[in-house]
């Protein structure tokens, strides 16, 4: 099996397959005090992570302005840290404080932008939100034909003709160590590895306890290509933190969860309660099992969770309890377990 890529696991990881993602610190959702979001940052320091992901989009620069306040006078070999670019944002005083989920964000609004220059800028501008002067890795951000419906075509092309490119000239510049793409879909990995080689994903919520739609195709393909993922959205947005008995709005892959979801999800938790298994635990260890994934990025929105997400993740599960799972329907025949 091909090494893992350096910049997709901690230098120092010693076993350490949990990192900490930036979606929550930015605002998604709900606002989060700054003395909060830092103690979300130095709990998982002081638990050992040393893997981080950040993004322009989350709370427009919030989330990467946080991540660099923990980081940013840490000797620099001592963690890797990921930000994106598709986004480039522009200073506006009339912005709205709520946008695209994110709430209580920073006074800019955001342009898609996959042009040489748009990701030149995007770059440069996430290391002085961030106060660093590289990033471990660069990830090409939402260019999948959902986000881009009618336009995806035009936004593939100038992916793999501009942006590509762009960050192949930052690494060898030095300002970028790996690049990569940072999507929620399967057939977009699909499309680019058809044309370009990438040295990772952070692949959000397709390779679940739930969703297995990543299992077929795209992770025997980065298995062979040495494409090593980072694992976002374990929990679908939700779903799978609370389970589906609780009442409350029920979040599938950032919208309100359809019925069939819910319905696998009630399935699953039946199958926890059988085998006095917690669902998170199950849907932090599940993933793991599979050669192709390095490590899971959990979203905290508080210490309570990071710690949780720890907890949940060294939990014992019995081999009996992902048979059942087999035995059921859900999961799949093939797809390695714990």
């Known amino acids: 099996m091909p090494e893992p890529q350096a910049g997709l696991v901690p230098p120092d990881a010693q076993g350490q397959r949990l990192g900490l993602g930036g979606a929550a610190l930015g605002n998604l959702f709900s606002a989060i005090p700054e003395a909060d979001a830092q103690a979300v940052l130095a709990a998982a320091l002081a638990d050992g992570c040393r893997s981080f992901d950040t993004a322009p989009h989350y709370g427009n620069g919030l ?5 660099g306040q923990a980081l940013r ?3 620099r070999g001592s963690f890797t840290l990921s930000s994106k670019v598709g986004r480039v944002l522009r200073p506006d005083a009339q912005a709205p404080r709520d946008q695209h989920g994110y709430v209580q964000v920073l006074p800019f609004t955001q342009r898609w932008d996959y042009s040489a220059a748009g990701t ?19 990830y090409v951000h939402d260019c999948d034909a959902a986000t881009h419906g009618a336009d995806h075509p035009r936004v593939l092309a100038q992916v793999l003709d501009e942006t590509l490119p762009t960050l192949r000239a930052l690494q060898r510049e030095g300002l970028v160590r ?11 990995c699909l499309d680019v590895l058809a044309h370009a080689d990438l040295d990772g994903l952070l692949l959000a919520g397709r390779y679940s306890l739930i969703d297995h739609s990543a299992l077929a195709a795209l992770l025997p393909l980065c298995q062979a290509r040495g494409v090593r993922i980072a694992l976002g959205g374990v929990y679908n947005s939700g779903i799978l933190a609370t389970g589906v008995g609780a009442g409350g709005e029920l979040r599938f892959n950032y919208a309100r969860a359809p019925q069939a979801w819910v319905e696998r999800v009630a399935a699953v938790e039946r199958v926890c309660a059988d085998h006095a298994v917690p669902l998170r635990a199950a849907a932090l260890q599940f993933p793991l099992a599979h ?3 390095a490590i899971v990025m959990a979203g905290a929105q508080s210490v309570a969770q990071w710690q949780d997400s720890r907890a949940m993740l060294a939990h014992p599960i019995p081999a009996a309890f992902w048979r059942a799972l087999r035995e059921q329907g859900l999961l799949p025949k093939d797809a390695p377990t714990p």
């Open 120 to 138: 030149r800028r995007s770059v440069e501008d996430s290391l002085q939100r961030l106060g660093l002067a590289h990033l471990d890795m660069a």
């Open 291 to 293: 050669p192709a994934i």
């Open 178 to 188: 790996h690049v990569g793409l940072g999507v929620n879909d399967v057939q977009i």
């Open 73 to 75: 006078g840490l000797p």
């Open 63 to 67: 989330s990467e302005h946080r991540f």
